[in-house]
């Protein structure tokens, strides 16, 4: 730890945090006495009249390509994405707050289920929240929950989405598409792991592992004052970003032959494989919907390649 007349700054799970130690004046990190915070790069601290700029070393750690050609329902055996698979190695064990970013369609949501299954976290609740599917005025609500009475049509306590994945991983999908309110109170629940309720009073500690993702450049949104840049720093503890399917070709066939398979019973099909002819349409495409894209193709083709409900019926 390092420590200041008062005050002790220290790395815990890959965070830097301050503490204060009782200090008469207190320690406040831009303005704002704190007894225990999360600092980012930028932050100012002060203890008495003693001012600190926190900006960390930024070391970089090379990244060794993993032996592997998948990880949950992750696939692939390009270098970028053995990449991938060497950094979600590295982070799974810990508790950091991980930020996906990639085009849509590239796999964010698989990713961070695959954080959640290798992590010591895995026998904990998988909670998934789409930002962009909630409007601005609920979206409180809906991750910190709400008192009885607290609005309009709140007829009983409801825990929000922190609440319900205690002890786990929440996974926020679409994290640029959030306001500027629900900002500053994401900020304040990753730096204490507390926060109350919709029309509460009652202090709610949560010990929660925070995987985001968004398929927006967060530094743009920053630089033109749509996005917090405390909270994007908070966020961008680790940050993966995901290739597109146009960028890593090579990985189609196995990835063919991984839909074919997961999608065989669904679709009550009796195709086993992909031909070469049908093979080479696909990877001659450009695929702007990514992975999910594929995914859908190979259902489509399937579903032509089933059996209708009269012929079940039939036979």
Same mark, same amino acid.
């Given at each position: 730890p390092l420590r200041l007349v008062g005050s002790e700054m220290c790395i815990r799970d890959s965070h830097y945090i301050v503490h204060d130690l009782g200090s008469t004046n207190g320690t406040h990190i831009n303005g704002v006495r704190i007894r225990e915070a999360f600092l980012w790069p930028g932050a !100012? $601290? &002060? %203890?008495?009249n003693t001012q600190v700029r926190f900006n960390p070393f930024n070391e970089q750690i090379p990244v060794v390509p993993s032996e592997q050609n998948r990880i949950g329902? *992750? $696939?692939g055996n390009s270098l970028k994405m053995r990449n991938i698979f060497g950094i979600l190695e590295k982070i799974a064990p810990t508790s950091a707050t991980v930020v996906i970013e990639g085009e849509t369609g590239t796999g964010k949501e698989v990713v961070a289920k695959a954080v959640h299954e290798t992590s010591s976290r895995a026998k904990g609740p998988f909670v998934v929240f789409d930002c962009g599917a909630v409007p601005e005025s609920l979206i409180e609500s809906e991750l910190f929950g709400h008192?009885?009475?607290s609005f309009t049509g709140a007829m009983a306590r409801r825990m929000g989405r922190f #609440? @319900? &994945?205690d002890g786990g991983t929440l996974f926020l999908d679409e994290i640029g598409d959030i306001g500027a309110t629900t900002q500053l109170k994401l900020l304040r629940v990753l730096q204490e792991r507390e926060f109350e309720r919709v029309g509460? /009073? #009652?202090t709610v500690s949560v010990d929660v592992r925070v995987v985001t993702a968004t398929n927006k450049d967060l530094k743009v949104e920053v630089e033109e004052g749509r996005f917090r840049e405390d909270l994007f720093y908070r966020l961008h503890i680790i940050p993966m970003t995901l290739p597109a399917l146009r960028e890593r070709t090579s990985d189609i066939p196995e990835l063919a032959r991984h839909f074919v398979e997961k999608l065989a019973t669904r !679709? +009550? /099909? /009796?195709v086993t494989g992909v031909g070469d002819e049908a093979m080479g349409a696909l990877m001659a495409y450009g695929w702007p919907g990514n992975v +999910?894209? @594929?995914e859908n %193709? *190979? #259902?489509s083709c399937l579903l032509y390649t089933s059996p209708s409900p009269r012929d079940v019926e039939e036979s």
């Open positions: !100012t $601290v &002060a %203890v008495g329902g *992750i $696939v008192e009885k009475g #609440e @319900l &994945a509460g /009073s #009652e !679709t +009550r /099909s /009796s +999910r894209e @594929l %193709v *190979i #259902e």
